[in-house]
């Protein structure tokens, strides 16, 4: 016989000891309890993963539960905020207990690592479907936001582009040498959740790039009400997509393919001394709106546009 709803409840999500004295009351009541320390606010965010849409049938359990988690701790680093807890929706086709056990060994394991308590959710029956709820401490007024990018900011970007994107075409068929490092960034997704704290007080605009650098780009410059020009030279690629490229012919890839997860930033040029991480400046805020891009000795419009749900 299955498990029943509060049996599965309690062998796999209700067993974590708590790591933030923040949690005042996780799992097991109606409401978890958070008590938000003075002189923050808490970032708040959701996503959802719905098989067939955002991962295949038959994905790897252990993979899922640890981009679950990922893609909302990603979204914490992109305000600069520091991830607290999670909750956490499931609804389930059925109740399998392997698959329920490699899932929460994925997102627990990605939990402990950024001391994250998952304090609450909700387990129903229906279409595999997994949502989480991400909570995290920003110092208040400093949250990173998408709207705060000034004309003549530069623009940065951490890590590589375009990395998951081909783990994807991988995934759809198209063959490489070793493309085990291009699936690893597709199935599990390192969250920049150190960088992103780095960046409060220096970085002006941040977003990450769940939906490729052009589109998510694109909502700085529009809720900053600027434009960009970017160099095609100064874009991180990694070798496997710099021969995806040259392969294909297919060049956009790297600026419309999902699934980065790195962060996308822009800081005034006096502050750009400052930056205590790794990345890569790619081009400049201008007042004038759009987004362009020099290559090949060129200026041209991009056209290209990332993923976007009913399109
Ligand atoms: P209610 O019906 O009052 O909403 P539930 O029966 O849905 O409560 O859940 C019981 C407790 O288990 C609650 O504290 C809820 O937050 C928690 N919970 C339910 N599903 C999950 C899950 N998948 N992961 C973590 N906690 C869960
Ligand atoms: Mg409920």
């Known amino acids: 016989m299955p498990i029943s709803e509060f049996a599965l409840i309690r062998r796999f999500f209700a067993s974590q000891p708590v790591k933030n004295p923040i949690t005042r009351l996780g799992v097991g009541d109606d409401c978890a309890l958070l008590a938000i320390p003075d002189g923050y ?19 790897d359990p252990e993979q899922l539960g ?15 905020a520091r991830p607290v807890s999670v909750t956490l929706a499931l609804t389930l086709p059925k109740v399998d ?7 929460a060994k994925g997102f627990l394991a990605l939990a402990e690592r950024y001391s994250v308590d998952l304090i609450g959710g909700d387990t129903t029956f229906g279409p595999l479907t997994l949502t989480v709820q991400a909570m995290g401490l920003v110092p208040r007024g400093q949250a990173l936001t998408r709207s705060s990018a000034r004309p003549g900011d530069f623009i940065y970007v951490t890590g590589c582009l375009g990395d998951a994107g081909l783990g994807l075409k ?16 597709f199935n599990t997704p390192d969250p920049a959740c150190e960088m992103g704290q780095a960046l409060i007080g220096i970085a002006n605009a941040c977003i990450d790039l769940s939906d490729g650098l052009a589109g998510d780009l694109g909502h700085i410059l529009e809720q900053s009400n600027v434009g960009a020009c970017l160099n095609w030279d100064d874009l991180p690629l990694s070798p496997a997509v710099l021969n995806y490229i040259s392969d294909t012919g297919d060049w956009q890839m790297p600026l419309c393919a999902g699934d980065d997860y790195e962060l996308c930033f822009t800081v005034s040029p006096d502050k750009a001394g400052l930056l205590p991480i790794d990345c890569r400046r790619i081009g400049v805020i201008e007042s004038q709106p759009g987004l362009r891009f020099y290559k090949s000795g060129d200026i041209q419009l991009l056209q ?8």
């Open 41 to 59: 606010e808490l970032a708040i965010t959701t996503d959802t993963m719905v098989e067939n849409v955002h991962f295949f049938a038959g994905a």
């Open 66 to 80: 640890h981009k679950l988690l990922a893609v909302n701790l990603s979204d914490l680093a992109s305000m600069g």
């Open 97 to 103: 207990e392997a698959w329920l056990a490699a899932f």
């Open 170 to 185: 991988i995934k759809q068929g198209y063959s490489c040498e070793n493309p085990e490092a291009a699936l690893k960034r």
């Open 304 to 311: 290209v546009k990332g993923f976007e749900h009913f399109s």
